[in-house]
């Protein structure tokens, strides 16, 4: 541990470009000042997915200002297509065909991004390539993209003069990510071809790579061999290089079948690409290039192999100092394999033992691969990223090239976790970088869906359990997936969406206004987790080191209660702990703690999915505020069974109101407008209570679906967002009656099952089973701003998750609600 203290020395000056000078000369007094709501650059990020053509200026400005208000501190622009589904599956019928990408109207809102963003204090930067992989675009020509050996192989026999035409090499066709789902797809084929090498095998028992010829000046241009061969059976293998055809995906709908993924063992190529990627930007965007707009973000690798490149078998040999020609020739012919995806050791099986000499050889050529890509590939993008004075966001995993060194190389590497995880695991290879380079922040793509999880139902609740994990894992700085850009009028909600991916983060997310507390939980966790530098743990915890304190955060990501945390402790701290409480944004001290030689143990009781910060500051002073601890004696129930008078408020309609005896399940009733109710109940009481009698009040709500906003007698007390649903509420009450309200935003499922109950009013597309479906094209009563045609339909969205007999999610406050005097 002492160690690793040592390694960071000095991580309080790295990468300061993005977050201002936050972690620079930070102090627990500062830290403190900052807990209850900490300052933009410590705040999440989202991903900012424009659809095609359906972007607005109207709506940029909108969201912007969504994200400064919910707590967002910036996002990333993808350009895709105007809809997924496993790659780009187009909308029909889009409403400004016009906006292609780069046009002047495309050009003309991303400087309005740039504008709006620096008006409010945010960041923003773009993907590297149209789509959200990898490194590609329009400007990109088969000449110069992504490359791989083809071969032919002709059986001849020796001991004469041999006469034939050698088969050109059949040429690659990309069957990436767009086959499986994509309607209609068919793959692109390359056109381009160029010659290798002709080497000939000796048909024989034991083959050695010295029996293998090189040949090639025997064969002419239009592949002709003739060659007076030796003695035997020989088989001729025809080796040449051809575009593999990868693509960037999901591309926007007027550039499918036009780009291609850059050839990323090229330097030349790889400068080629960066320069038409950031001229034109720095020449719209002008003097927001480097100030608002400040980085370019590369997603993890999904390019399919590349294994070739013009001037390849020079730098094999330069690096290897033996030619690789031969190699692959005794590979294809022991193996009896192709020349195709399974040729580097990236996708081959292993070998057995007496293929040692194989797979030295397998083991060469990846290396020698791994060099060109990050040498002539990723070097290249970051130093001209900070030529520009841009910087690199990179997820640099998925390829035939080193995670290690690409987190190196990345001024903020990247990793990701996905929603539904019981555990988000580490990615050893990031940690390990940024230990060795000081690398202060480790961002995430962070909450990515899969359709049969993300369904319009998700909620700050449920995302609880991977955003803790998340941190425990290493990761302290959230980029969101995903914020969709809704460039249409609000009355069309929930609005686009990524296809069937993501978790639907929005301005028309019917919890928008309440989950800022989610937020700010988010943000107060990476305040606190980017200071210092990372120290390795193996519990469900993380530890940052720094010069003022030494700070844990622990988790309990158990089903049941988790009572004791056993921590190092640090020589030179205060031997009493502080509680940092990203839920509440409360410091408090503890008692309940014991010493024991190199260790601490904490009683926190812990509820499962809870979370605390805690820390261990160097030396006694203490200039903040920090709450006395309360240690509960006794308590006493009061049940709330009174009437609640509840308003509500739809996301999409006109407010009404209903009174309830009891509390109940909205999708339990028959009436249709609570069945299929989305947006905000507010939920009315009152309460007598005699408050001299206790130290504190807590109310407990229960359990509800999905977030409550409480007031009490009139005044905001807070947002509960995760279980336990309990607030100490004792501030706000009064001797005698009290009005107590909670405000339970309620998520759109039941709503868009609700309109399935009605006949649909566009035409239906792609239909993927549990996945969902797609809306074929925007109908023509939405391009003409016409009245709907469907009165019973509310919702408006292009991929349906639901059908007529989905079942209804529990929906609304359940109880039972309670106040508990505690003394």
């Known amino acids: 541990m002492g160690l690793f203290r040592c390694v960071f020395i000095g991580l309080f000056l790295v990468n300061m470009s993005l977050l201002g000078q936050g972690g620079q000369g930070e102090t627990l007094q500062s830290l403190a000042e900052k807990f209850p709501a900490p300052t933009v650059q410590y705040h999440p990020h989202v991903w900012w997915h424009w659809l095609g053509s359906n972007f607005s200026k109207e709506g940029i400005t909108k969201d912007l200002e969504a994200w400064k208000e919910a707590g967002i501190g910036g996002g990333t622009i993808f350009n895709i297509a105007s809809s997924v589904q496993n790659s780009h599956a187009p909308m029909l019928n889009n409403p400004w065909p016009e906006q292609t990408f780069r046009s002047p109207a495309y050009w003309d809102a991303i400087l309005h991004a740039a504008k709006e963003a620096d008006r409010l204090g945010l960041i923003i930067g773009l993907h590297g390539t ?35 035409t050698l088969i050109r090499p059949e040429l690659p066709d990309f069957t990436g990510y767009d086959a499986s789902y994509t309607p209609g ?68 709908d007027d550039i499918i079948g036009k780009a291609w993924e850059v050839d990323k063992m090229s330097r030349e190529d790889n400068i080629y690409h960066w320069t038409q990627l950031l001229e034109p930007l720095k020449d719209n965007i002008g003097e927001y290039f480097g100030r608002s707009f400040t980085y370019i973000w590369i997603d993890s690798y999904e390019s399919g192999y590349q294994n070739w490149t013009h001037g390849f078998r020079e730098e094999y040999i330069r690096i290897k100092n033996y030619d690789p020609l031969p190699w692959i020739a005794y590979y294809q012919y022991v193996t009896a394999k192709d020349i195709d995806t399974h040729f580097t050791a990236w996708h081959s099986p ?34 001209m990223l900070h030529k520009y004075g841009l910087k690199l966001y990179w997820e640099p995993y998925g390829g035939p090239f080193s995670n290690y060194e690409g987190a190196m190389l990345a001024d903020i590497p990247v990793n990701e976790f996905w929603t539904g995880s019981e555990y ?79 978790t639907h983060f929005s301005r028309h997310q019917t919890w928008f206004r309440p989950g800022k507390a989610f937020f700010t939980y988010l943000a107060r966790c990476q305040m606190l987790l980017q200071q210092g530098a990372p120290v390795p743990t193996a519990d469900y915890s993380a530890h940052r080191s720094t010069p003022i304190a030494e700070i844990f955060f622990v988790v309990n990501p158990d089903k049941t209660m988790r009572k004791t945390y056993r921590l190092p402790f640090i020589k030179g701290t205060s031997p009493t702990p502080e509680l940092w409480n990203p839920y509440t944004g409360t410091i408090s001290t503890t008692t309940q703690y014991r010493q024991d030689g190199d260790s601490v143990s904490i009683d926190l009781n812990l509820q499962p999915d809870e979370s605390m910060f805690v820390v261990f500051p160097y030396g006694k002073e203490r200039k903040y505020a920090v709450l006395p601890e309360f240690i509960v004696s006794n308590e006493t129930v009061m049940d709330v069974n009174g009437v609640w008078d509840v308003s509500f408020e739809p996301k999409l309609g006109k407010p009404f109101k209903r009174r309830f005896t009891s509390l109940v399940d909205f999708s339990k009733q028959k009436d249709d407008a609570l069945k299929y109710f989305a947006g905000t109940a507010r939920y009315e009481t009152t309460v007598n209570v005699k408050l001299s009698d206790y130290k504190r009040v807590i109310l407990d709500l229960g359990e509800l679906e999905d977030i409550a906003e409480l007031e009490i007698n009139g005044k905001p007390a807070g947002v509960l967002w995760a279980p336990p649903y309990r607030a100490d509420v004792t501030p706000y009450l009064k001797a005698g009656v009290n009005r107590i309200a909670a405000l339970v935003s309620v998520n759109w499922a039941n709503r ?15 239909d993927q089973g549990e996945r969902g479906r797609a809306m074929l094209a925007f109908p023509d009563w939405f391009v003409k701003n016409e009245p709907r045609p469907s009165k019973g339909r509310v919702g408006f969205n292009v991929w349906y998750y639901y059908r007529k007999d989905s079942p209804l999610k529990p929906a609304g406050l359940f109880g039972p609600v309670k106040l508990v005097g505690q003394n």
Request: aromatic share 12%; hydrophobic share 40%; net charge negative.
């Open 130 to 164: 149209p789509g959200y992989a990898t490194t590609g675009g329009p400007w990109i020509t088969e000449e110069r993209a992504m490359k791989a050996v083809v071969s032919s192989k002709t059986e001849v026999d020796g001991g004469k003069a041999v006469s034939v």
């Open 185 to 252: 797809y068919k793959p692109w084929k390359a056109h381009l071809y160029w010659d290798i090498a002709v080497m000939a095998v000796p048909e024989k028992a034991n083959v050695t790579v010295e029996d293998i010829l090189d040949i090639s000046t025997s064969m002419n241009a239009e592949g002709r061999l003739e060659w007076q061969a030796p003695e035997g059976k020989w088989i001729i293998y025809r080796y040449g290089y051809a575009p593999t055809m990868a693509h960037p995906h999901p591309l926007p």
């Open 350 to 383: 292993k070998f057995e033992s007496d293929r040692t000499d194989l797979q030295v050889f397998l083991r060469d050529y990846d290396d020698v691969v791994n060099r060109l890509f990050t040498d002539n590939g990723w070097t290249v993008a970051r130093d």
């Open 424 to 502: 988000v695991g580490k990615n050893l290879q990031t940690e390990m970088a940024a230990v060795r380079f000081d690398k202060r922040i480790v961002a995430a793509e962070a909450f990515t869906g899969r359709p049969e999880r993300s369904q319009y139902t998700e909620d700050p609740a449920w995302l609880k359990h991977v955003a803790d994990g998340g941190y425990a894992a290493g990761n302290n700085m959230y980029f969101l997936h995903h914020w969709v850009h809704q460039p249409f009028d609000d009355r069309y909600q929930p609005g686009l969406g990524m296809g069937w991916w993501g």
């Open 752 to 766: 868009l099952i609700g309109d399935e109950q009605e006949p649909a009013d566009f035409e239906w597309g792609s």
